[in-house]
């Protein structure tokens, strides 16, 4: 991680304070598009930033010219009918407070609400390739892909350049979907399922997080999206499908039994076994997985560990209650875990 | 120019009357139970500022969790409760109730050259409401069960189900307790403004401050409706079992969000068009120049609130709806564009042709502009629809509503305290610190909120208790948390400025800025009865017509048109303002604040769900209607 000297370069814009924009931080930049959506959509805005500019520019002058001319006569005459200027002045408003504002705003309208709008709309089901379903729950993501068994959790993978037809829904409270360099954000409402288009130029791994407020741990309701190249993702989307393999020792024999008698099982769904919960994500790639709790802390042993004893404390306030276990039976756990690749 | 000193003795002695008939009460009783409209303003103006501190101190709290990622200052529960607070005080508690309770009360009838409002039972009723529901939602936040879904409080979020405590209730009730006081307030605005005018000041001859008041309060009258249908429904939802938003059961989450926002759009108009109303009383008078296209700016301030009713979904393009309902509600976004872009070249161009003086009152100003401009620049961004859907519940949205909000709501706030500061308290602010105070509010508030656009674009959504690092952006968050404090200097500088002026400032004389309008024709601070003589009028800029105001030191030295006989003022026509009656005006009366309390045990009853109690309660309210109906001023 090089943050501290990408903070220090971002300060350096904020200082300078013009187009202060690009090359900052990196991962959920909405101005680091990676699709023709997002490019549009930043395209977009650097254009409104401009005019925006000129906008200010035209008002500061104008603030900077009557400071100018502050103090220009005496004070406190007698100022009986005074409007010096005003036809002028009319003119002014008129040509500046309306024709110009007339003519711009049309044009951003049309351009915009007629032509780029068409990209981030949601795609017609015969235009994109693969369907995949994301379902908001408080606080994590649940990922399925309709018409095979996979089901995974917090990471979207989806093939380069392939249109790909998101369905997102919500299992309790609105959230929102939002990869920003690939795409604009959705909604996720009760009763409704909303459709996003993502369509990634290149290979990579793009951040998104969850965008509406969903109550305590919206802060940590982060997910990631892999671009794959197709054949890898084919791969990958092949391994999700397998049911759990059996334990591979006799201590990760041990952790499969304490877990579907213990009570992760009510919670948590693993397929291949009796485990069917439905309240945290399914399991059966866990391993597999790039991060815990939506982004909240990286997947290694030690992690997980912490994560069954003390998920409470990297994520306060989550669905999963905190597991007091013994070391033993801790590590039983950890090893099946880890071997659900 | 105007009156100081009583020209003849017969004068004198009709002023004498004019005081024992209007004078209050003495000590706190005399609060307690004034109709005065100063006295109401300044009320609120106390309450509205303690308010005010509050809710900065929950945006400085929250600042400092956000200063450095992954920090724990505060825990997630009480971050969502500090965010929450601060828009629900500064919104309902602090910037409407400042702006009209406090401005507009102390305000319109000196502007509008009238001894008092329409209904000033009525107003102190609004005042007393509203300090109810204060201490009634502010009591939510000291036993740790404040409203914590946000300031609209999306369902289901803000269900039984997701949220089981009182914290919701806490909204509803608290949220519908404050429209009470502010629909009251609304009301009487509208009818002060239509029949309280000086007899002569037609309503182009009116000052735009009044065209704001009266823009504002038409805003709050069509738009609070919703609201409170809105958060009975949810009330409901939550404590009987209705299933108004609950998508199970064959409601609509968006139900909740098209209500919310069909006020909630026209509300930002009226959080920012009494601050235009500040604003262009301020510039006349330091630019000693009548507001360039004065009927124009007139029309477009009402204007702005009437198309602002037609934009409400524009908050709402992610929640998945048809394009072309997007489309229309962005055509609509850009109609209002227009009444605003009117009024900041009208107010350049008053600066340029005006022969400006760079007083702090006139800074503050030129503030507002710049960061009124900047916030509407972003804001017309969102005209552009995929640029909402991808920016929308990030921060560059935060920052664009906080220089609206802070920049053009707040920095009017501030200079008109400068402004009108010699006519409430008779003192002269002291310049200096005023220019330095300014200074600072102003470097603090950039650099508070423009790195807001800069994280919003990189990413970092709103809400959020806390962030991780290596996103790029730690810095700017540090940034803006200094920039919180600065600007927490500043203001406080500001305040300090104010109180040493009250006691150490030199006196200010009626008229200190050679102002236009009628307040400063009558003493600082204005006697009770507000003017010795019904003021003839006969511009929009009263005080810079000599003529009028050297009729009105005639009539005072023949005694005419004082109206001394009783508690009297007189009531015009609407629309031309000629004379229609003299009416009587009540006079002190307990029972608006009697009236409050026993509605505050209504809405503390509703909370508890004891229902019965709350009816029983609500006969007590009748009760004391009916006590007050028992003091009518003789016809
Ligand atoms: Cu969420
Ligand atoms: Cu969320």
Known sequence: MNAPREDRRCLAFLVLAVVPLAGCGGSQNALAPESHQARDIATLFWWMMGGAWVGLGLVVGLLLWSWKRRNRRGFGRDVEGDKPGEKRSWYAVVVLGIVMPIAVISTLFVVSDLFVIKTTQAPASTTTKLTVQVIGHQWWWEVRYPGTTAVTANELHIPARTPVRVEVKTADVIHSFWVPELNRKIDTIPGRSNVVELDADQVGRYRGQCAEFCGLQHAHMAMYVFVDEPSAFRRWLAQQEKPVEAPSSALAERGARLFLDGPCSSCHAIRGTDADGYVGPDLTHVASRATLGALTVSNTPDDLRQWILHSQQAKPGNQMPDFNASGARLDALVAFLEGLK | ?635
């Open chain 2, 1 to 635: 120019m105007a009156i100081a000193t009583p020209p003849t003795p017969a004068a004198a002695e009709r002023m004498e009357r004019l005081e024992q008939i209007w004078e209050s009460r003495p000590g706190i009783l005399g609060w307690l139970t004034t109709t005065d409209h100063k006295r109401i303003g300044l009320l609120y103006f106390w309450t509205t500022l303690a308010l005010f501190g509050a809710g900065g101190a929950e945006a400085l709290l929250i600042r400092t969790q956000l200063a450095q990622p992954n920090q724990h200052v505060v825990s997630p529960q009480t971050f969502d409760e500090l965010f929450s607070m601060h828009g629900i005080t500064m919104i309902f508690f602090f910037i409407i109730p400042m702006t009209t309770g406090a401005f507009g009360n102390y305000l319109l009838p000196l502007l509008l050259g009238a001894r008092d409002m329409a209904f000033p039972r009525m107003n102190a009723l609004s005042y007393w409401i509203f300090l109810a529901s204060a201490i009634f939602i502010y009591t939510s936040l000291f036993i740790g069960k404040a409203p914590n879904a946000g300031w609209f409080n999306y369902v289901p979020l803000a269900s039984k189900q997701f949220n089981p405590g009182h914290n919701i209730d806490f909204y509803c009730l608290g949220i519908i307790f404050n429209s009470i006081a502010s629909t009251l307030t609304a009301g009487q605005f509208i009818v002060t403004i239509f029949k309280s005018r000086a007899p002569g000041m037609s309503l182009n001859r009116m000052p735009l401050f009044c065209f704001a008041m009266l823009a504002a309060s038409f805003g709050l009258l069509f738009a609070l409706p919703a609201l409170s249908a809105d958060t009975t429904f949810l009330f409901l939802d939550r404590n009987v079992g209705t299933h108004f938003f609950d998508a199970s059961h064959g409601g609509s989450a968006l139900l909740w969000q098209h209500l919310f926002w069909i006020f909630g759009h026209p509300e930002v108009y009226i959080l920012i068009v009494p601050a235009f109303g500040i604003a262009t009383s301020i510039i006349p008078a330091f630019t000693q120049r009548r507001l360039v296209a004065f009927p124009l700016v007139a029309v477009a301030e009402l204007l702005v609130v009437f198309v602002g009713f037609g934009v409400w979904a524009h908050h709402m393009y992610a929640v998945g709806m048809t394009t072309i309902s997007m489309i229309f509600f962005a055509a609509a976004t850009a109609m209002v564009v227009i009444p605003s872009t009117i009024q900041v070249f009208a107010w350049c161009m008053s600066f340029i042709t005006g022969f400006a003086r760079f007083k702090t009152p006139l800074l503050f100003i030129a503030g507002f502009i710049f960061m009124f401009v900047t916030g509407g620049l972003t804001g017309i961004m969102f005209v552009a629809i995929p640029f909402d859907q991808q920016v929308t519940d990030t921060y560059f949205i935060v920052a664009h509503f906080h220089y609206i909000i802070f920049g053009a709501a707040v920095f009017p706030i501030f200079g008109g305290m400068y402004y009108w500061f010699p006519k409430v308290t008779g003192k002269l602010y002291f310049e200096r610190p005023g220019q330095i105070s300014f200074w600072i509010i102003f470097v603090g508030t950039n650099l508070l909120f423009f790195p807001m656009h800069i994280v919003g674009l990189l990413g970092m959504t709103r809400r959020v208790s806390t962030y991780p690092s290596g996103l790029g952006w730690t810095a700017y968050n540090l940034a803006e948390t200094i920039g919180g404090f600065v600007t927490l200097a500043g203001i406080l500088l500001l305040l300090g400025n104010l109180f040493v002026s009250y006691f150490r400032g030199p006196p200010a004389g009626p008229d200190p800025w050679h102002g236009p309008t009628l307040e400063w024709t009558t003493s600082s601070p204005p006697p009770e009865y507000d003017f010795a003589v019904i003021p003839r009028v006969t511009s929009a800029y009263a005080n810079w017509d000599p003529v009028d105001r050297e009729a009105d030191r005639l009539n005072l030295a023949d005694g005419l048109l004082m109206l001394e006989h009783g508690h009297e003022q007189p009531t015009v026509t609407p629309v031309d303002g000629r004379l229609a009656e003299i009416a009587q005006m009540p006079h002190e009366s307990p029972w608006p604040p009697v009236l409050a309390l026993a509605l505050a045990l209504v809405f503390t009853m509703l909370l508890i769900g004891l229902y019965g109690v709350a009816g029983i309660m609500g006969l007590v309210c009748l009760l004391a209607l009916a006590g007050w109906h028992s003091q009518e001023p003789p016809e």
